[in-house]
Each structure stands twice: as C-alpha cells, then as structure tokens.
C-alpha cells in the first residue's frame, strides 16, 4: 500500500476496526494519532505501533465534544507534522447503553447518543481537521457506514439511521471538498469481529442465533476481521484510489449480493 510517509488521524482507535487500521496503516509506514475515549486501550494501541519501529502518538477524544476534537486535530498537525487521512471510525450502538432497543421502548436520550457518536462526531473531525487536510497534497477523509447504511436489520434503528446519514454525509463532503483536492469515501462492512459486535451479540436474547443471523448471509462463510477493513482503509487512502472520490464500499462478504443464506448453497457457517 502506497500509504508510507502518510499522517492518519483515527478516531476509536483503542479497539476494533480502529485499531486494526492504526496497527495496518503504521506496518506500511504511515504516522499515526491514535484517538479513543479508552485512554489505556488507546496507549497501547500507539504503544504497539511505537514498539514495532512505528511513529504514533495517544489522544484523548470525545468526538461529540467539540474542543476536544478541535484539540485532536490540532495536537496530530503538530505532532505528525500535518493531517493527510482522516478516518471517522468512532462509533457506537444503541444495544451497549442499555434499555429498549425497539421504537417502543428506545428512550429519547440512546437515540441522540448514538446520532451524536456516529453522525455529528465525524462532522466535528471533518470540519477541524479540514485546514490541515488543504495543505496536504494527498488528503482524504475515510468514514466508516455499514451494510445498515444501505439494508435494514432488526433492533438497529438508531446505529442504521446513523450509518445512512454518514453515506449521504461522504457524497455532500466529497461535493464541497472537491475544490480543495480532498477525496471523501466510506466503507459498509459487515458483521466484522469487534467488541462492540460483542457486546451486541451478548445483549441478544439468544446471542448463538443472532450470531448465525450475522453471519449467515455471508458468501465468505465467517465473520470479517479487523484486518480485513483496515487494508480497504489503506487503498482508499493510497494514490492508487486518486479516481476514487464520493463512493460508498461495501465490505461485507459478498452479503448484500444476494438474498439467501448459506443453507441454500449447501455450506456451513465456519464462524
């Protein structure tokens, strides 16, 4: 991946997809801010990075509390020498803060926290790390939808609303960022092996079934990994992606491309 040399600034990046790209984008030589609301998972994230022969730096962020994104943004051009990728990784989902997870019973307070994390958080990032992506000469902004951006699945009302948000938010920032030289791109994954997929599945009345639910769809017969996003983070970032700008990309083994599940094709679930 042509990503060497590149400064990366990740939100949520102490666990998950977040960290899977840090680690990733650092093993191909780019500078990395690692950023999380976790400070120890978040330390050792750079630490890892730190220890393999890596640059990275740790900073504390809230990305729905506007100056403490302000103060990511301008501790990464500083620290890294400049921002050149932004990826807006930071998410959460309605099951890990408790309550209903239906219409009925989701309170007024999960819905504005999950629209906060997922929709307003990469707005704030994009809008302060804006004057630091114009100077750079390779700048690209990377958020993370999902496969609900673009389907519906039970008890997900607040996180797939969020998510669709974030894939019209990536074409309307690709539109006025153009001028500036800044491609905007998203990624859909799947059911990718995270903790908050974790947490997901153990707030599931019958977390087996959700899990055969999750996976069951996917023509790659397992979950996806980290890893597995963390490379498409990369390309999408690399100069080998110049063409690519305004685009949503799925990731999801191959489970938008049908209808079925794998019972049909006669496979198992290997997950």
Not at 106 to 120: G, I, P
Not at 203 to 218: G, K, S, V
Request: charged share 15%; with cysteine.
């Amino acid at each position: 991946m042509q990503v060497n040399g590149l400064n990366f600034v990740i939100t949520g990046a102490g666990a998950g997809i977040g960290a899977g790209t840090a680690l990733v984008a650092a093993g191909y030589g780019a500078r990395v801010m690692v950023s999380d609301t976790n400070d120890a998972d978040g330390e050792a994230v750079a630490a890892r990075i730190r220890d393999a022969g890596g640059v990275a730096f740790y900073q504390h962020c809230d990305v729905t509390d506007e100056g403490q994104v302000q103060a990511l943004m301008q501790a990464a051009g500083e620290q890294l020498g400049g921002i050149d990728v932004l990826h807006n990784n930071a998410g959460i989902h309605e099951s890990v803060l408790g309550g209903g997870l239906d219409l009925e019973s989701m309170s007024r307070d999960t819905f504005d926290k999950v629209m906060a994390v997922n929709v307003l958080g990469p707005w704030l990032c994009a809008k302060y790390a804006l004057p630091w992506l114009r100077k750079s000469q390779q700048a690209s902004i990377i958020n993370a939808g999902s496969v609900s951006s673009v389907a519906g699945y039970p008890n997900c009302v607040a996180y797939g609303s969020s998510k669709g948000a974030i894939m019209q938010m990536t074409k309307m920032l690709a539109v006025d960022l153009a001028a500036d030289g800044i491609r905007v791109n998203c990624y859909c994954p799947g059911s990718i092996r995270t903790r908050m997929v974790d947490d997901f599945l153990a707030a599931a009345p019958d977390p087996a079934a959700m899990l055969n639910t999750m996976t069951n769809t996917h023509l790659i017969p397992r979950m996806g990994k980290p890893e597995d996003v963390a490379e498409l983070v990369c390309f999408l970032a690399s100069p080998a992606a110049s063409f690519i700008n305004g685009a949503v990309w799925l990731i999801d083994g191959g489970s938008l491309a049908w209808r079925g599940t794998l019972d049909i094709l006669g496979m198992e679930d290997t997950a």
